[in-house]
């Protein structure tokens, strides 16, 4: 496991990795399952090894408003602000696809922030990378019309999951720009007609060619 983790965190110190690899606990998600709730409290944060995960936040309704993705070699930083603080969480992660984690216990994650110098930048720059794309998305939602941001969510798909084949309905892309299948049929149906993707069977859209501007 030492191995692994000095692959997707190559900065940290080799003695800061023979802690992780004793105390954290690895965990495997599956596909679909929640790994944070709203109002919950977290007493770990979460480091990802594999897999993909969502970041959302839903209203009373049930509506999905997208945040950001979580990848290999990635933190949760929402979990360790919320751990530090003991602060409930406002936000909800759900793995993407099968995922595995590392768990690590809140006195360890406090501990190494004064005792090494390679987990206190990793979880400055943990905090202003979350930042930095929670101001992305907000742009886009808030300046941005639904075509333009409908090439955003399909270009960020494409860059996440490293694929030009995605499967996802309409109605869940829907789901995820606040908006309605029917305004969401109708852009997409432009879109293949310009050539920038094309509709295939079973909800699958292969990108051809997508500018973000």
């Known amino acids: 496991m030492q191995e692994k983790i000095r692959r997707l965190f190559p900065e940290f110190e080799p003695a800061l990795i023979q802690e992780i690899d004793a ?34 936040r ?24 919320c751990a530090t603080r003991q602060e409930a969480s406002q936000l909800m992660g759900k793995a993407m696809t099968d995922t595995r984690i590392l768990s690590i216990p809140l006195d360890y994650m406090d501990s190494w922030i004064s005792k090494y110098k ?18 992305l ?10 075509d333009e ?23 869940e892309i829907a789901q995820e720009l606040n908006s309605s299948r029917e305004v969401i049929s ?14 295939l069977k079973n909800q699958q859209i292969e990108i051809i060619h997508l500018v973000i501007t």
């Open 23 to 56: 105390h954290a606990q690895l965990k495997d998600i599956k596909a679909g399952e929640m790994l944070m709730k709203t109002g919950q409290y977290f007493r770990s944060t979460m480091l990802i090894v594999s897999g993909l995960v969502k970041i959302f």
């Open 58 to 81: 839903e209203d009373e309704e049930g509506n999905e408003y997208f945040m950001y993705y979580l990848e290999p070699g990635q933190a949760c930083a929402l979990s360790m602000i």
């Open 118 to 135: 390679s987990w206190y930048y990793f979880v400055l720059e943990s905090y202003r990378n979350r930042f930095e794309e929670l101001l």
């Open 137 to 146: 998305t907000i742009d886009h939602i808030a300046f941005r019309n639904m």
């Open 149 to 171: 941001r409908l090439l955003f969510y399909l270009k960020r798909q494409q860059t996440t999951l490293k694929t030009n084949i995605l499967t996802v309905s309409n109605t």
């Open 186 to 199: 109708r852009l997409m149906k432009k879109l293949a007609e310009n050539g920038n993707i094309k509709l």
